[in-house]
């Protein structure tokens, strides 16, 4: 079998790398990428021929679902999400499956076996309905996106307005929040939650441990390796590089693209 894997979070992508051969050591990973663009252009090219693609809903230069705007996709697809349940109801269609993150190998062995046992029978035109059906779905979801978080600050509890929000930022297990006040809070919260709970039109995870506010960048410039620095109007202490994979789509989002 052979498959690409379209996943932005590296350790996520090398751990399905892992449970793909754990499951079947044949299983061929021809290709992996993390933004709608690369992954357009690979597919794309009819010359590219595989039996499953592994796709996370949110990449690094948008939602997934663009893709199936740019290009016409046949092969079957698993999609990989952190939503929670009562979401991914709307996604359980006949010839698409999904998986939790965190993939599970228990999760990942079921989705195959029905994989398996359903593609003979899938046809173009049940595919294409399904991933219709399934881009419908997302479009009255991604609409719900968080606009508040709440802080316990002693004994009392604040609410802010993600635009309120400089930066989201990881510090070991924690997650904080910067104001644009220069205030910080500790947020019940893991970096990949927040990468799907944010706007990705004013939000972008530069790195793992950081998520920016594009209205709180007060600079931007070239910095080593040929990677960038981000400079917010908010005061802290960390320097925010974004990482050397991610500067091509970080332009893209910092120009509107």
Do not use: C
């Not at 228990?106 to 046992?117: G, M, R, V, W, Y």
């Not at 035109?125 to 059906?133: D, G, K, T, V």
């Not at 620095?229 to 091509?248: A, G, P, Q, Y």
Request: proline share 2%; glycine share 2%.
């Amino acid at each position: 079998m052979k498959v690409i894997i379209i996943e932005d979070e590296i350790l996520a992508a090398d751990k399905l790398e892992r449970l793909l051969h754990k499951y079947d050591p044949r299983i061929k990973i021809v290709d992996r990428f993390e933004s709608v663009t690369e992954s357009s252009i690979w597919l794309g090219n009819p010359d590219n021929k595989i039996d499953l693609i592994f796709l996370d809903i949110h990449l690094v230069d948008g939602l997934s679902f663009e893709i199936f705007k740019r290009v016409q996709v046949q092969t079957p697809v698993i999609f990989t999400t952190a939503y929670n349940e009562y979401a991914l109801n709307a996604f359980k269609l006949n010839s698409i499956d999904y998986l939790l993150k965190p993939v599970t190998f228990d999760n990942l062995h079921a989705a195959l076996k029905k994989f398996e046992s359903m593609k003979e029978s899938l046809a173009e035109s049940s595919q294409l309905r399904n991933i219709e059906e399934l881009s419908a779905a997302l479009s009255s979801i991604q609409k719900n996106y968080k606009t508040r978080f709440m802080v316990k600050v002693g004994e009392k509890l604040k609410s802010f307005k993600a635009d309120d929000i400089s930066l989201y930022f990881a510090e070991g297990r924690d997650a904080f929040i910067l104001l644009k006040d220069g205030h910080r809070y500790i947020i019940d919260y893991k970096m990949e939650e927040l990468q799907d709970l944010l706007d990705p039109k004013y939000f972008y995870r530069i790195s793992r441990s950081f998520i920016v506010n594009i209205n709180a960048i007060s600079d931007v410039s070239v910095h080593s390796n040929s990677r960038l620095k981000v400079i917010l109007t908010s005061d802290f202490d960390r320097e925010l590089i974004v990482s050397r994979e991610k500067v091509n789509n970080f332009k893209d989002w910092f120009n509107g693209a």
